[in-house]
T-cell receptor, first 114, second 114 residues
Framework: GENVEQHPSTLSVQEGDSAVIKCTYSDSASNYFPWYKQELGKRPQLIIDIRSNVGEKKDQRIAVTLNKTAKHFSLHITETQPEDSAVYFCALNPSTGTASKLTFGTGTRLQVTL | KAGVTQTPRYLIKTRGQQVTLSCSPISGHRSVSWYQQTPGQGLQFLFEYFSETQRNKGNFPGRFSGRQFSNSRSEMNVSTLELGDSALYLC?????????????FGPGTRLTVL
């Protein structure tokens, strides 16, 4: 089945710095790439997603870039704040074409220090 | 609009028993997917239901089953519980199966098998 490699597994940044998390995949048929944030003890929450017909999408301090040729997509968080501390998961839909079956990366624990 | 709800939130069972978990999707959402989250394996897709039919299934043994009712509520059942079934079980709903079908997660049911 589809595998998604996510790096790094842990990331520590100072408040105000930027954070970048990268995911690589192998199935070129995937066309939906969401990112989820999961705070300790809480549910995963969709923070941004991108579809294969665009290369970049921004929402305030969060952006996602997609390189379909190289089969990788990245999450960029600028001006990090302590409340950004959480585990972030990338995901994609395997080649079945539905966005309701997601394959997840292994997660990145982001720690924003003061 | 109310979010995805799951009951019960916590369960403790012993090996060999069976368990049924319930998920109520966001009103108007017709697709329900189930995921298992563990520290070792991360988030893994179990199955997806749409219009009362299982549409996709992950790589889990037949002890894991589910169903969906006409009001889109879904249940999953695990029979002959094993210690390794201890996990957070998350359901996610989306309006449809593809297109703009972003998935929204419930709070999860934490199952502990003793």
């Amino acid at each position: 089945g589809e595998n998604v490699e996510q790096h790094p597994s842990t990331l520590s940044v100072q408040e105000g710095d930027s954070a970048v998390i990268k995911c690589t995949y192998s199935d070129s048929a995937s066309n939906y790439f969401p990112w989820y944030k999961q705070e300790l003890g809480k549910r995963p929450q969709l923070i941004i997603d991108i579809r294969s017909n665009v290369g970049e999408k921004k929402d305030q301090r969060i952006a996602v870039t997609l390189n379909k040729t190289a089969k990788h997509f990245s999450l960029h968080i600028t001006e990090t704040q302590p409340e950004d501390s959480a585990v972030y998961f990338c995901a994609l839909n395997p080649s079945t074409g539905t966005a309701s079956k997601l394959t997840f990366g292994t997660g990145t624990r982001l720690q924003v220090t003061l | 609009k109310a979010g995805v709800t799951q009951t019960p939130r916590y369960l403790i069972k012993t090996r060999g028993q069976q368990v049924t978990l319930s998920c109520s999707p966001i009103s108007g959402h017709r697709s329900v997917s189930w995921y298992q989250q563990t520290p070792g394996q991360g988030l893994q897709f179990l199955f997806e239901y749409f219009s009362e039919t299982q549409r996709n299934k992950g790589n889990f043994p037949g002890r894991f089953s589910g169903r969906q009712f006409s009001n889109s509520r879904s249940e999953m059942n695990v029979s002959t519980l094993e210690l390794g079934d201890s996990a957070l079980y998350l359901c996610a709903s989306s309006r449809d199966r593809g297109g703009l079908g972003e998935q929204f997660f419930g709070p999860g049911t934490r199952l502990t098998v003793l």
